[in-house]
Antibody, heavy 125, light 107 residues
Framework: QVQLVQSGSELKKPGAAVKVSCKAS????????MNWVRQAPGQGLEWMGW????????TYAQDFAGRFVFSLDTSVTTAYLQIRSLKAEDTAVYYC??????????????????WGQGTLVIVSS | DIQMTQSPSSLSASVGDTVTVTCRAS??????VNWYQQKLGKAPKVLIY???SLLSGVPSRFSGSGYGTDFTLTISNLQPEDLAIYYC?????????FGQGTKVEIK
């Protein structure tokens, strides 16, 4: 079955870096883009951007351009999210989510399915 | 960016009731709305795409409607397992944006 399995929780100090992995299985990895979504404690969902798994080209939402880096290792069907210079406000659950698109004539339907189980990143001194 | 405004922020209903969650977009977005369900401590799960198309395996008591700026998610015959937070998301333009969520509680 189609599945995304993320790496485990992380506890980091401010200023450090963290790398979260998202292992995909059950489908052709390079056929679908991979999205990243952040959920701060008790808050809603925030789309961080996506990476084209065919070309490796990342696209970042405005608030996530700079310290956040999306990357891939297609040989192991894994996407990565690296966060540099961590701040306390980066404390959140980070999800990867496969981007699905379906043509409906002149336009496309697009949605996220499935999602990884989430990775909790805690930034604290 | 397109803003998605959900209402209410929370609701409480009894098993068997019909509940409606609304989502308003800050500009016209055709039918480019998806609905997700997030249970406590779990990842979100897509229920509906394209405003009204039900994903395979999603119970038929879930339905969606709307066009342009106003959209609704309806849960008929509410079940205990429907306890969750529901989010709308627009897929019209990047950055993709979500509503703030509606918490559905069971009386």
């Amino acid at each position: 079955q189609v599945q995304l399995v993320q790496s485990g929780s992380e506890l980091k100090k401010p200023g450090a870096a963290v790398k979260v992995s998202c292992k995909a299985s059950g489908y052709s990895f390079t056929t679908y883009g991979m999205n990243w979504v952040r959920q701060a404690p008790g808050q809603g969902l925030e789309w961080m951007g996506w990476i084209n798994t065919n070309t490796g080209n990342p696209t970042y939402a405005q608030d996530f351009a700079g310290r956040f880096v999306f990357s891939l290792d297609t040989s192991v069907t894994t996407a990565y999210l690296q966060i540099r210079s961590l701040k306390a406000e980066d404390t959140a659950v980070y999800y990867c989510a496969r981007g699905v698109t379906l043509s409906r004539g002149v336009s496309l339907d697009s949605w996220f399915d499935p999602w990884g189980q989430g990775t909790l990143v805690i930034v604290s001194s | 960016d397109i803003q998605m405004t959900q209402s209410p922020s929370s609701l409480s209903a009894s098993v068997g009731d019909t509940v409606t969650v609304t989502c308003r977009a800050s500009q016209s977005i055709d039918i480019d709305v998806n609905w997700y369900q997030q249970k406590l401590g779990k990842a979100p799960k897509v229920l509906i795409y394209g405003a009204s198309s039900l994903l395979s395996g999603v119970p038929s008591r879930f339905s969606g409607s709307g066009y342009g700026t106003d959209f609704t998610l309806t849960i008929s015959n509410l079940q205990p397992e429907d306890l969750a937070i529901y989010y709308c998301q627009q897929s019209h333009n990047t950055p993709w944006t979500f509503g703030q969520g509606t918490k559905v509680e069971i009386k």
